[in-house]
T-cell receptor, first 113, second 114 residues
Framework: DSGVTQTPKHLITATGQRVTLRCSPRSGDLSVYWYQQSLDQGLQFLIQ???????AKGNILERFSAQQFPDLHSELNLSSLELGDSALYFC????????????FGPGTRLTVL | GENVEQHPSTLSVQEGDSAVIKCTYSDSASNYFPWYKQELGKRPQLIID?????GEKKDQRIAVTLNKTAKHFSLHITETQPEDSAVYFCAASKGGGSNYKLTFGKGTLLTVNP
């Protein structure tokens, strides 16, 4: 158990819908990262937040957005869902004050039908 | 941006043999290189990492080597066991400025045959 939690574990929805994925980092970690894992694209970085502020953006679609709240949990919002958005979404956290090591949560499996 | 190439994509060994997975990276500013093990449907788990000021690091049966000049790093697993079977990912990060995003290789499916 990495100490990073994600909900829900599984999500099945239809095209065009909107979903929210939630992540709670390890206690004390200020930085949260979101990654998407699909069979064809592998593990891809989406976005990073540090202490409530966006710090880096990767290959994140405009239909996707994220935020980090004062209690440091983060949410990834996916809208106008397409079949190709079906993937595993992982959240990771790190304590940049002492280490850049990232610990991954269990992931949310999103299926778009 | 950074690009990480990983080889081989699949690797099959007999129990007790050694396994080696190799990665190359493109950005010479990268300075942190972790390796993750992922079992089917599970989260990536950090197994070992190395920073650019170190050439080699070992943890029991696992070792990682880094060649900064050639921009490649390798994972070595000795005395493999069936429970080592999983997908292994290498990654690279530049660090600095609170930006430590990881760029991953495509993964290596390791199968250890009893």
């Amino acid at each position: 158990d990495s100490g990073v939690t994600q909900t829900p574990k599984h999500l099945i929805t239809a095209t065009g819908q909107r979903v929210t994925l939630r992540c709670s980092p390890r206690s004390g970690d200020l930085s949260v990262y979101w990654y998407q894992q699909s069979l064809d694209q592998g593990l891809q970085f989406l976005i990073q937040y540090y202490n409530g502020e966006e710090r880096a953006k990767g290959n994140i679609l405009e239909r996707f957005s994220a935020q980090q709240f004062p209690d440091l949990h983060s949410e990834l919002n996916l809208s106008s869902l397409e079949l190709g958005d079906s993937a595993l979404y992982f959240c990771a956290s790190s304590d940049l004050g002492s280490s850049d090591t990232q610990y991954f949560g269990p992931g949310t499996r999103l299926t778009v039908l | 941006g950074e690009n990480v190439e990983q080889h081989p994509s699949t690797l099959s060994v007999q129990e007790g043999d050694s396994a080696v997975i190799k990665c190359t990276y493109s950005d010479s500013a990268s300075n942190y290189f972790p390796w993750y093990k992922q079992e089917l449907g599970k989260r990536p788990q950090l197994i070992i990492d190395i920073r650019s000021n170190v050439g080699e690091k070992k943890d029991q049966r696992i070792a990682v080597t880094l060649n900064k000049t050639a921009k490649h790093f390798s994972l070595h697993i000795t005395e493999t066991q069936p429970e080592d079977s999983a997908v292994y990912f290498c990654a690279a990060s530049k660090g600095g400025g609170s930006n430590y995003k990881l760029t991953f290789g495509k993964g290596t499916l390791l199968t250890v045959n009893p």
